[in-house]
T-cell receptor, first 113, second 114 residues
Framework: DTGVSQDPRHKITKRGQNVTFRCDPI?????LYWYRQTLGQGPEFLTYFQNEAQLEKSRLLSDRFSAERPKGSFSTLEIQRTEQGDSAMYLC???????????FGQGTRLTVV | GQNIDQPTEMTATEGAIVQINCTYQTSGFNGLFWYQQHAGEAPTFLSY????GLEEKGRFSSFLSRSKGYSYLLLKELQMKDSASYLC???????????????FGRGTSLIVHP
């Protein structure tokens, strides 16, 4: 399967702990997006990479969130000092060229207890 | 900022036609996506409109009017499997760096009943 892969699929963590998610985009897709989605809402943009460069970041994104894409391939999203409000589905998507269809992964469902 | 509005929920009968509307207000608009998302699954691409007009793709069609900030998704010959959330997403130049980023509406939950 050469789709977008996310790991883990589910994560339960205690409030205050740090968590890290991984996304492997479709190979040769140099554009990568992270979104967050809560029940009954559409995906909310978090950050965007073109190759290894983080070009866009949502102004709503707390400084507890950080993302990397060190070699322009896979990406990681880290949340420090998790809060209950961070509970959501974290979606990764990739696309081959600017302003084209984005292919989404199955997401990582985070539950903060 | 961006303002994207679509109905929260719609119901329709199997075999019928349904139109899901989306209105938007945004700066740096480039185009409009429609995605389908089944419960618990990832969004999947349906269509992308950049120019005004109707684009047809099988049972699904999408329309865009840039001057009116309006789009709709038309689903024909509805099937039970079409029950899903339909997400309207505007591609626009992001405030900070100018990259085109899809910004999603909250989605329209479509329920198809027999």
């Amino acid at each position: 399967d050469t789709g977008v892969s996310q790991d883990p699929r589910h994560k339960i963590t205690k409030r205050g702990q740090n968590v890290t998610f991984r996304c492997d985009p479709i190979s040769e897709h140099n554009r990568l997006y992270w979104y967050r989605q809560t029940l009954g809402q559409g995906p909310e943009f978090l950050t965007y990479f073109q190759n290894e460069a983080q070009l866009e970041k949502s102004r709503l994104l707390s400084d507890r969130f950080s993302a990397e894409r060190p070699k322009g391939s896979f990406s990681t999203l880290e949340i420090q000092r998790t809060e209950q409000g961070d509970s959501a589905m974290y979606l990764c998507a990739s696309s081959p060229v600017l302003d084209s269809e984005a292919f989404f992964g199955q997401g990582t469902r985070l539950t903060v207890v | 900022g961006q303002n994207i509005d679509q109905p929260t929920e719609m119901t329709a009968t199997e075999g019928a036609i349904v139109q899901i509307n989306c209105t938007y207000q945004t700066s740096g608009f480039n185009g409009l996506f429609w995605y389908q998302q089944h419960a618990g699954e990832a969004p999947t691409f349906l269509s992308y409109n950049v120019l005004d007009g109707l684009e047809e793709k099988g049972r699904f069609s999408s329309f865009l009017s840039r001057s009116k900030g309006y789009s709709y998704l038309l689903l024909k010959e509805l099937q039970m499997k079409d029950s899903a959330s339909y997400l309207c997403a505007v591609s626009h130049a992001h405030a900070s760096g100018g990259s085109y980023i899809p910004t999603f509406g909250r989605g329209t939950s479509l329920i198809v009943h027999p």
